[in-house]
């Protein structure tokens, strides 16, 4: 990949760039701004340079619609307010308003297109239907693009792969960051390498456990996910999220890592409620033993301390995913533990994934606790697996 000096001068030029701006929200308030913090080194650059800028960012999974509920106007604000320069925000993504703003940027000056998942083609899986979408991006007069939306670079989709083939480019400073962290995970693995797997994103995150069996020596599983390996024991769930057409592929990933020598651990008792509510009233059972009528929202305490046990005890440890809806008090303990853990770890630790940062910042834990906090979750993932990243594997070999 080329770094954004390999780009030459970029006094007067367009930089179209893509970053990763999906923060967590309360309303239009954001709850945590790190995924933005970390996209400003690489755009104070490309305004020192001379350049004048143009973002390219999404939030959430609006799904080709517009939606208000989706705007990236909190995180154009607050990206203004951390540069210390105004970021305008298009009305549109391609439209009207998006091309009014990109002719008359100027040199130093930033500008934001609306998210770019309101069009339907961003996400695509028709070749030719992105690179469409893709020609309207470069044609928005760019003269180069940067990639470094790290947290997306797991997505072929149109401003993070397909544009990049329109246009001379480079990596940003927070994408070559984030690899040169992660390759470290995968040459410099000091055993015991325990992966902490967790969250909601449970269908994207369970692909990848086949590939992690191999490198890893334990896989922990926590957080939204636990349930369809449960289910795949022969376990009712009650409520819970699970992935019915998923329990196979559990069940195959035990018996192979049973093959393997391999351990996947999952919890042995769980915090269940009847809603999925911050008042909700929290109950403690065994993971086995799970009532029909409620859903689990958390690990319960004996399997936050066996967890805490193994990850202290690693000397590599990758950490994606809450263990539980940390955002609602009463079911962040077992988050809280497993972070503190991975504090402890003598040897490197990294936790990765928006709502994994956003969830030990706000338990309290400081971003030098850990190894290295990465802004994708997902991304490392698959990066870890071994996998070729679309939006990587797009950019000029240097
Ligand atoms: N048992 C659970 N049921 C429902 N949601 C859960 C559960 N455990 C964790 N979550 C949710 O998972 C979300 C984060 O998932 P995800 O996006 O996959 O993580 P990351 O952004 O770190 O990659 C959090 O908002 C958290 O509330
Ligand atoms: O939040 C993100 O990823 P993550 O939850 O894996 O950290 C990225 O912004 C990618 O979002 P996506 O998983 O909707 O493509």
């Given at each position: 990949m080329k770094s954004i000096a390999d780009l030459g001068d970029l006094s007067g030029k367009k930089v179209l760039i893509r970053c990763?701006?999906?923060?967590?929200?309360?309303?239009e308030t954001i709850t945590d701004d790190g995924r933005i913090r970390a996209s400003v080194p690489t755009l104070k650059a490309l305004l020192d340079a001379g350049a004048g800028v143009i973002v390219m960012a999404h939030l959430g999974r609006p799904k080709g619609q517009v939606n208000p509920k989706f705007s990236l106007a909190p995180a154009a604000a607050r990206l203004g307010e951390l540069l210390g320069v105004e970021v305008k925000l298009a009305?549109?993504?391609?439209?009207?308003?998006?091309?009014?703003?990109?002719?008359?940027l100027q040199a130093g000056e930033v500008m934001m297109l609306q998210n770019v998942r309101y069009e339907p083609a961003e996400e695509s899986k028709d070749e030719a239907e992105r690179a469409e979408l893709a020609k309207k991006y470069a044609g928005l007069g760019a003269d180069v693009f940067v990639s470094d939306g790290f947290g997306v670079v797991h997505r072929k989709q149109a401003s993070v792969y397909d544009v990049a083939k329109l246009l001379p480019n480079a990596a940003g400073l927070l994408v070559e960051k984030e690899v040169q962290v992660l390759k470290q995970?995968?040459?410099?693995?000091?055993?015991p390498y325990v992966v902490v797997l967790g969250?909601?994103?449970?269908?994207?995150?369970?692909?990848?456990?086949?590939?992690?069996?191999?490198?890893?020596?334990?896989?922990v599983i926590g957080g939204g996910m636990l349930f369809t390996f449960l289910?795949?024991?022969?376990?009712?769930?009650?409520?819970?999220?699970?992935e019915e057409d998923q329990v196979e592929t559990c069940r195959n990933y035990l018996a192979e890592a049973e093959k393997l020598g391999k351990e996947i651990i999952l919890p042995t008792d769980v915090v269940v409620a009847p809603e999925f509510k911050a008042d909700a009233p929290p109950t403690v059972c065994a993971a086995d033993e799970m009532p029909s009528d409620q859903m689990g929202l958390d690990i319960g305490p004996e399997s936050a301390t066996?967890?805490?046990?193994?990850?202290?005890t690693a000397h590599t440890v990758f950490w994606n995913g809450p263990m539980g809806v940390f955002e609602m008090a009463a079911f962040?303990?077992?988050?809280r533990e497993v972070a503190e853990a991975l504090t402890k770890v003598d040897g490197l630790s990294v936790?990765?994934?928006g709502d994994s940062a956003s969830a030990v910042r706000a338990l309290g834990f400081a971003d030098d606790d850990f190894g290295h906090i990465s802004t994708g979750g997902g991304a490392s993932l698959e990066y870890l697996e071994g996998k070729e990243l679309p939006g990587l594997a797009v950019l000029d070999a240097n």
């Open positions: 990763d701006l999906n923060v967590p929200l309360d309303g009305d549109d993504v391609v439209g009207d308003s998006a091309q009014q703003l990109a002719s008359a995970l995968t040459t410099e693995t000091k055993n969250g909601s994103k449970v269908s994207d995150k369970l692909k990848v456990i086949d590939n992690l069996l191999k490198t890893a020596d334990t896989l289910k795949a024991n022969g376990h009712e769930v009650g409520t819970s999220l699970l066996a967890f805490a046990n193994v990850i202290r962040a303990n077992g988050t936790v990765g994934g």
